[in-house]
């Protein structure tokens, strides 16, 4: 009955099987002897299961390579990779994977809900998929419903003798050791490769995250050959650019931000650049050509525009150039790259909104002022505290706040980094106007992003690190 390479929840369904128990008298049973809730395990309670069975089958109880606390290792360029054996054996989804030969000796391998493997590490047959229906199922009982589920279509008449003699994997199964050992070192394989990862210039789409994290993982992080015929094959092509900054001009110009300070660097100096540096700045060009294309799209399009009304956030389609209160879809992206990039220039109707703006932008350059890498244009910058009256002094018009007091280095620096990220924006933006312009209908606005632009601090240098899946 036990296997410590068994998944958690699948040992829990066996046993409230054997037992004829139901979900309140299993987790009162835990709860009373383990103090923990048996629908939401955590590290220490994955542990403290399998030690339970262990002894309950009087078996000997080996510790398992794979339930380590893995809080160092969900940050790979700020992605989270989730490999920790407490994230991938939590199940509230609608289906398992397994695989067809240990399912024939009563084992689920807690390796079938690593994501990034197609084929199961003993037997090198591709995982197979049951799935779960929750229509009359509570959330938190599903993790073990769905496996009491999975284990009744596999032996209706469980739980009968089962005289099948299980197979325990070996310790010295070279699969399951070396994925153990790289689990252990994928952190410090991560930051001797890419460094210590500092902040994201992006956010990603949530649903491409975890697809990029292990593309980098099995690409980029090069897992032991071992493992190779184990993992899942993504067609899609990963690109990569390096751009190596200086260390001293990296430590002069990153040292002093926190990290909710590389916001407000975005839009404070683009807006810097844009009103005293705009023929110098490559940046600025690329995106002012950019609105540029986005107006001669608009303008050479005759019918089918899209409009997306702010107050209720409904998509319509017409033939009509101006909708009342609605944006067109070129406008809303001009608008959208606008407020990230040229405060000078954002003009809002609506005065709220406009000094919402503002008032932000305020705060942003203050942030700044405050960390001693802007230095401050107006006296009220320089107070100790904000207070509301200095927050709305301006209400809701631009005025430049504050100015850096960088080197010439570093200025040369942020040009480069901008550049980066004023191009990957603006590759998001035309992959998703051009899908609507191909008939889909928008769905989310801004567009989301599907590379990720990752600052990292190295042993010589500091890196931006620009990741696209193509």
Known sequence: MYDANDN?????????????????????????????????LDVEGHRSVKYFFSVFSQSIYFHNDFITDSSTLDNVLGLKINLSYSHTTKHHGKSIRYCPECIKHLKLPETA??????????????????????????????????????????????????STKSQIVSKNNNPYHDLSKWNGKLDKEAKFQFGKHLYSFKEIDDQKSSELAYKIMTSQLTPPASLKNYLIINEKSLKSDFLSINNETGSNLFENFKINQFNALRIVYSSFCFLNRRYETSFIKIILDFIDEL?????????NFWYFNECDGIWTISDIRYRGSSQNIYALLINWFIQLWFPSVYNEPSRRKSASYFNNFYILNYDLVSSGTFYPLVEDLQGSELSDGQIYIYGSRFRELARPSFSSKSLFVLDSIFEVIAKSLIVDARKWLDKIESGEKPDHFPPKSHGLISLQERQNDYCLINIQID
């Open 113 to 162: 809900s690593f994501k990034y493997l197609d084929r199961c590490l003993t037997h090198n047959t591709k995982f197979s998929e049951f799935h779960c229906n929750f229509q009359h199922t509570r959330l938190r009982e599903r993790n073990i419903k769905c496996y009491e589920k999975f284990l009744m279509k596999m032996y209706p008449t469980y739980p009968t003798l089962f």
């Open 295 to 303: 107006n001669l799209r608009f303008s050479n399009k005759s019918d």
């Open 8 to 40: 958690t929840y699948f040992l829990i369904a066996k046993f409230s099987l054997l037992n004829k128990l139901n979900f309140e008298n299993i987790n009162e049973f835990f709860k009373q002897y383990f103090s923990f809730d048996v629908y939401d």
